[in-house]
């Protein structure tokens, strides 16, 4: 199986700037994705990384570094609306199954 | 409207009584996948289908039961259902289980054992 980590829970303040860890042990690295998961809703995709480096997407950015095993989520000028929980995943040698982390709840406060 | 749906949205049931929570998507998505997410745990991954009668295991199996007989509906079947499979459960789909897709979640079906 996989081994994923993230810290359970962060806040911060309207406006600033926040970054999301996951750490990742893995046998078979085929990538690392980033989902998003309002409160009692659905998880919806934010971004995949499979090279090392950053990709920014607007106020979003993932990074990741496949020989530390780490990837974070970088969320710029936070918004009330930015308020929810972060899920890394990896998935399987052959894009199968899927190893999601336990998930990081983030509070943004005015 | 590209979706996945999920019936029923909640469900209390007894100790062993037969259920099934549907799920359909109108994607024409090849690879489909059932999560439960409980507290500190997590998504954790039920089962999954590749494709039309094409289905294996995840990582915590037991106690339900899948099928795919149309590429567009991949229900749940909990047998005999327990207390400890109280959860919150998401169906997924994704253009095809072979490469780097995103999935895309159903709204999820709270599920409550007594």
């Known amino acids: 199986g996989q081994n994923i980590d993230q810290p359970t829970e962060m806040t911060a303040t309207e406006g600033a700037i926040v970054q999301i860890n996951c750490t990742y042990q893995?046998?078979?690295?085929?990538?690392l994705f980033w989902y998003q998961q309002h409160a009692g809703e659905a998880p919806t995709f934010l971004s995949y990384?499979?090279?090392?480096g950053l990709e920014e997407k607007g106020r979003f950015s993932s990074f990741l570094s496949r020989s530390k095993g780490y990837s974070y989520l970088l969320l710029k000028e936070l918004q009330m609306k930015d308020s929810a929980s972060y899920l890394c995943?990896?998935?399987?040698?052959?894009?199968?199954?899927?190893?999601f982390g336990s998930g990081t709840k983030l509070n943004v406060k005015p | 409207e590209a979706q996945v749906t999920q019936n029923p949205r909640y469900l209390i049931t007894v100790t062993g009584k037969k259920l099934t929570v549907t799920c359909s998507q109108n994607?024409?998505?090849?690879?489909m996948s059932w999560y439960r997410q409980d507290p500190g745990l997590g998504l954790r991954q039920i089962y999954y289908?590749?494709?039309?009668?094409?289905?294996d295991k995840g990582d915590v199996p037991e106690g339900y039961k899948v099928s795919r007989k149309e590429k567009r509906n991949f229900p749940l079947i909990l047998e005999s259902p327990s207390p400890n499979q109280t959860s919150l459960y998401f169906c997924?789909?994704?253009?095809?289980?072979?490469?780097?897709?995103?999935?895309?979640f159903g709204p999820g079906t709270r599920l409550t054992v007594t």
């Open positions: 997924a789909s994704s253009l095809s289980g072979t490469g780097a897709y995103e999935q895309y």
């Open positions: 893995t046998s078979g690295f085929n990538g």
């Open positions: 990384n499979v090279l090392d």
């Open positions: 995943a990896v998935p399987s040698y052959n894009f199968n199954k899927f190893y």
């Open positions: 994607m024409n998505h090849e690879y």
């Open positions: 289908s590749m494709n039309v009668e094409v289905t």
